[in-house]
């Protein structure tokens, strides 16, 4: 009776160790950026922001923005499946939408900017951040762009300027 019941417990941990490890609940490792977002996302990267210690990787599959973040290691990434980060700030103003995103585990944040009125001709914030744009619709007649950025020295006081009109104040919260 003892050993049927201690192969049983050893069965239900093995089963349930498998189960979670498919699942995705537990942190990979990946010799490439393209290699882990292609496995969890099901797409190829179509832009990859690089922080310090990660990167926020983005793909378009079937007109939708895809984001997952990754940290770097020596040797490569590792993931941890969408658990990775917490929204600190999120407002809309005059067509434009905000978020700052903080990576778990890191003092790193980054920026998404949605503009639904079209093309913007300047973006810039308070800490220098390089923004880059992805257009996620396969259609150019659509008006909204996306811009993404790592925020190198993110703080309370970080505003956003969208052609050189202050548009968000972290400080005290958004503006038009």
């Known amino acids: ?6 192969y049983l417990l050893l069965t239900v941990v093995l089963l349930g160790s498998i189960v979670v490890f498919r699942a995705g609940l537990v942190p990979r490792n990946f010799d490439s950026l393209e290699d882990a977002f292609e496995l969890y996302n099901k797409c190829e990267v179509s832009l990859a922001v690089e922080g310090e210690k990660s990167v926020m990787a983005l793909g378009v599959k079937d007109g939708v923005t895809i984001r997952d973040f990754f940290y770097k290691k020596n040797d490569g990434y590792s993931s941890s499946f969408g658990f990775d980060s917490d929204t600190v700030f999120h407002d809309a103003v005059d067509g434009f939408s905000c978020a700052i995103l903080h990576v778990k585990k890191t003092d790193e944040y980054y920026i998404r900017v949605y503009s639904f009125v079209g093309e913007l001709s300047q973006i810039s914030d308070s800490c220098g951040s390089v923004f ?40 005290n919260k958004a503006m038009s």
């Open 132 to 171: 880059y744009s992805l257009q996620p619709f396969p259609s150019d007649n659509t008006k909204v762009k996306t811009y993404h950025a790592y925020i190198k020295d993110f703080n309370d006081s970080y505003q956003l300027k969208i052609n050189d009109k202050l548009m968000f104040d972290i400080g």
């Open 1 to 6: 009776m003892e050993n049927k019941f201690v």
